[in-house]
């Protein structure tokens, strides 16, 4: 497709269990990130990653949270042992990223979690 | 490390109204700055940015912002607005370097009544 792809778009988990959000980026994007919006709140920087670049994970909350970008394409943002206040809408973005930071960043209709 | 304030939370007014939504910025070096539109429901859809040269930039749906160095803003106008512009607004900035996060500020709701 034409833009940044994320599903699922709605997930409801219990409290403890792990999940799986997925995202494809829009075609040659080198850069995808993943921020966190919570309800009334802003967007929370998560992970970034760039090409062959050791991934900024700086923003990840606790070590139950994860991320992967396979092929330097699709990624996959994980988290274990889920807790209610990880319920919040995940969303995934991409960018060309070439040179400077003045690209702009596409984002995805996000990944709606609830923890029950 | 670059930080965003947006100064409302929250905007009411009425259809036809001007509006400014504030936004702030801090950092230690040169930034690019963003302005995004959350519909209700939807992913975030970039408004307009500010990457160089004049410092007024237009956008789309009628916005334009406008780069004010010495006072470290950026906010938001529009000279009459729609009931369609009811939306979540969010500032953003990034540094002028290779590999920079995109920072966001806490968002303004734009309430447009009839």
């Known amino acids: 497709g034409a833009g940044v792809s994320q599903s699922p778009s709605n997930k409801v988990t219990e409290k403890g269990k792990d999940v799986e959000l997925r995202c494809d980026p829009i075609?040659?994007?080198?850069?995808l990130y993943w921020y966190r919006q919570s309800l009334g709140q802003g967007l929370e920087f998560l992970i970034y990653?760039?090409?062959?670049?050791?991934?900024?994970k700086s923003g990840l909350p606790s070590d139950r949270f994860s991320a992967e970008r396979t092929g330097g394409s699709v990624s996959t943002l994980t988290i274990q042992r889920t807790q209610q206040e990880d319920s919040a809408v995940y969303l995934c973005?991409?960018?060309?990223?070439?040179?400077?930071?003045?690209?702009?960043?596409?984002f995805g209709e996000g990944s709606w979690l609830t923890v029950v | 490390a670059q930080s965003v304030t947006q100064l409302d939370s929250q905007v009411p007014v009425f259809e036809e109204a001007p509006v400014e939504l504030r936004c702030n910025y801090s950092?230690?070096?040169?930034?690019?700055l963003f302005w995004y539109v959350q519909y209700p429901n939807q992913g975030l859809q970039l408004l307009l940015k500010?990457?160089?040269?004049?410092?007024l930039v237009k956008g789309i749906n009628g916005f334009e912002a406008e780069f004010n160095k010495s006072q470290t803003s950026f906010h938001l106008r529009k000279p009459s607005v729609h009931i369609s512009d009811t939306a979540e607004y969010f500032c953003?900035?990034?540094?002028?370097?290779?590999?920079?996060?995109?920072?966001f500020g806490e968002g303004t709701q734009l309430t447009v009544n009839p």
């Open positions: 500010y990457l160089s040269g004049s410092t």
């Open positions: 990653f760039q090409g062959n670049s050791a991934p900024d």
């Open positions: 950092s230690s070096v040169s930034v690019y």
């Open positions: 973005a991409s960018s060309p990223d070439r040179g400077l930071s003045g690209n702009t960043i596409y």
């Open positions: 075609s040659g994007h080198t850069a």
């Open positions: 953003a900035v990034r540094q002028e370097t290779s590999g920079s996060r995109l920072t």
